[in-house]
């Protein structure tokens, strides 16, 4: 347990965050804001007064506070309750396991929008048990709306 924790926390050298999906999903959201917002906006928006702190979190040099979740979130257009489950597992690495039984299912505005209203529609909120025939399916089909070969993952 102490040595799968220590492989999964293994960082560059005053990095210690940078390969976690937190720092990750912060770059890729920041640089798609390039040209609409600066980084030192983002900063003031969620109560700094210098951008440095973005780019610690970007580079993953410093974990994202619990408390800042809500109005990062908020800064970057992106669904509060998603940004705070990748703090989650950025604040306790090695721990995805606990947090996803504590979270369980839960959905992300953007995903209840697209895949569960739908779903429940089309099924009529019948709550239908899953099939390995819909599971390839959709497998399928959200590959090809992502653009994904068969053979990558997603």
């Given at each position: 347990m102490?040595?799968?924790?220590?492989e999964?926390?293994?960082s560059?050298a005053g990095?210690?965050?940078?390969?976690?999906p937190?720092?990750?999903?912060?770059?890729k959201?920041?640089d798609?804001?390039s040209?609409?917002k600066?980084?030192?906006?983002?900063a003031?928006?969620i109560?700094?007064?210098?951008?440095?702190?973005i780019?610690?979190f970007k580079?993953?040099?410093?974990?994202?506070?619990l408390?800042?979740?809500?109005?990062?979130?908020?800064a970057?257009?992106?669904?509060?309750a998603?940004?705070?489950?990748?703090a989650m597992?950025?604040q306790?690495?090695?721990?995805k396991a606990?947090v996803d039984e504590?979270?369980?299912?839960i959905?992300?505005?953007?995903e209840?929008?697209t895949l569960?209203?739908?779903w429940?529609?089309i099924?009529?909120e019948r709550d239908?048990?899953?099939t390995?025939q819909m599971?390839?399916i959709?497998a399928?089909?959200?590959r090809?709306?992502?653009?994904?070969?068969p053979s990558e993952?997603v």
């Amino acid at each position: 347990m102490a040595l799968e924790l220590a492989e999964k926390t293994k960082s560059k050298a005053g990095m210690p965050y940078a390969e976690t999906p937190m720092a990750q999903y912060l770059t890729k959201q920041i640089d798609a804001l390039s040209g609409i917002k600066t980084q030192r906006e983002i900063a003031a928006e969620i109560g700094y007064d210098k951008p440095n702190m973005i780019s610690m979190f970007k580079r993953g040099e410093a974990k994202v506070p619990l408390h800042k979740i809500p109005a990062l979130a908020k800064a970057l257009h992106v669904d509060p309750a998603h940004l705070f489950r990748l703090a989650m597992e950025q604040q306790w690495p090695g721990m995805k396991a606990v947090v996803d039984e504590i979270f369980k299912n839960i959905a992300s505005d953007n995903e209840t929008e697209t895949l569960l209203k739908p779903w429940r529609e089309i099924t009529k909120e019948r709550d239908p048990s899953p099939t390995s025939q819909m599971a390839n399916i959709l497998a399928r089909a959200f590959r090809e709306i992502l653009g994904v070969a068969p053979s990558e993952k997603v």
